[in-house]
């Protein structure tokens, strides 16, 4: 026979106290500190789980955040950094008392993301890995809800946001490729519809200022998505174009792993024919033959400050701060 679910009147009886004063010190309302804690000592001995939908009645508020993901499900659970920040943010959201929910949609799915959005109770969201379509941007507008985006939002789409420093990160990949006696560098960048503002790839330009500090241009850039599969097509291709290619900047860690294997398939040496620089420093930086020199994105700050951005404005109606950039760092190991 199925056990009964544990009620808040169960836990009430337990504590020795009223069933609206057990939930006014299970939730937001007042209670005294002792009344609070045999409150909350009883629910855990009962593994008493709140009828969420029956504190947004009391309450008016769900406390569901979305977790928005504009990615194939293939690839987005294949991704080290989508996996990875959204972890994190579930762990932040779930810290704070609230209850993350995963929207995971194709960029071309606009209607199913309208129906999770609007069937999920979020009252507001956070962002990730966004791929630019007007539908899409215009859905987000539509629904109203505060959002904060990770990574800085297409031209045209003024949300708050937090970023690593992506120009700072671009130039110490070309400062290091610069000062290792490379002087044919090539960039292999992320999609094209993810660059901001449109069509501008802020780690390339970081990149590009270094070369120029040493009188040098990038002999190619070739974009596509963040991928195994991209950085052997890509650098293949380069190899071909540009067979005095020495250095390359490749924009996520995949991307710099898929170069090396092509590298290795095509007899060349790294980093004593061709340096490597990655970015992210995801598990595969280290497990890659030559380690992958990187650099390193500040996962757990952007995921923190992207909850308590979004948790201040949901308790007070405004925005703290609006824009946070974090600093990178540049990891060196044997690749560059």
């Known amino acids: 026979m199925a056990q009964q679910a ?31 804690s045999k409150v909350r000592q009883a629910a855990r001995e009962l593994h008493f789980v709140p009828n969420m939908a029956a504190r947004q ?88 809800k505060p959002t904060v985006f990770v990574g ?6 003024n949300y708050p ?51 120029k500090e040493a009188s040098l241009e990038p002999v190619a850039i070739l974009p596509g998505p963040y991928s195994f599969e991209h950085g052997i097509e890509a650098m293949a291709a380069i190899l071909d174009a540009h067979p005095t290619v020495d250095g390359v900047f490749a924009q996520s860690d995949q991307i710099a792993a898929g170069a090396l294997h092509a590298l290795h398939q095509r007899g060349k040496r790294v980093p ?10 995801f598990h595969i930086a280290s497990a890659t033959s030559p380690r992958l020199t990187t650099v390193a994105q500040p996962l757990t700050q952007l995921a923190q400050a992207a909850t308590d951005m979004l948790i201040h404005r949901l308790a007070t109606g405004e925005w703290k701060t609006t824009v946070q950039i974090f600093p990178v760092t540049l990891v060196t190991r044997e690749s560059a």
């Open 6 to 36: 544990v009620t808040i009147r169960d836990v009430a009886r337990k504590a020795g106290v009223a069933v609206s004063t057990a939930s006014r010190a299970l939730g937001e309302g007042s209670a005294s500190p002792a009344t609070r």
């Open 57 to 144: 009645l009391t309450s008016g508020r769900s406390n569901i955040v979305a977790i928005v993901i504009t990615e194939s499900p293939d690839f987005a659970f294949r991704d080290a950094f989508i996996s990875d920040i959204v972890s994190r943010l579930m762990g932040s959201f779930s810290k704070a008392n609230l209850l993350p929910f995963l929207v995971l949609i194709a960029p071309t799915d606009a209607d199913g993301f309208i129906r999770l959005l609007r069937n999920s109770g979020a009252e507001g969201m956070v962002v990730v890995s966004f791929h630019y379509s007007k539908r899409f941007a215009t859905i987000i507008k539509a629904s109203g």
């Open 152 to 157: 800085k939002p297409p031209v045209g789409m």
């Open 161 to 211: 946001y937090v970023d690593p420093d992506q120009i700072q990160g671009g130039y110490l990949a070309g400062q290091l490729l610069v000062s290792r006696g490379r002087r044919h560098i090539a960039f292999i960048e992320g999609p094209v519809d993810m660059q901001s503002p449109a069509g501008k790839n802020l780690r390339t330009e970081g990149c590009v200022m270094a070369l």
């Open 272 to 281: 004593q024919d061709v340096a490597v620089i990655g970015f992210d420093d």
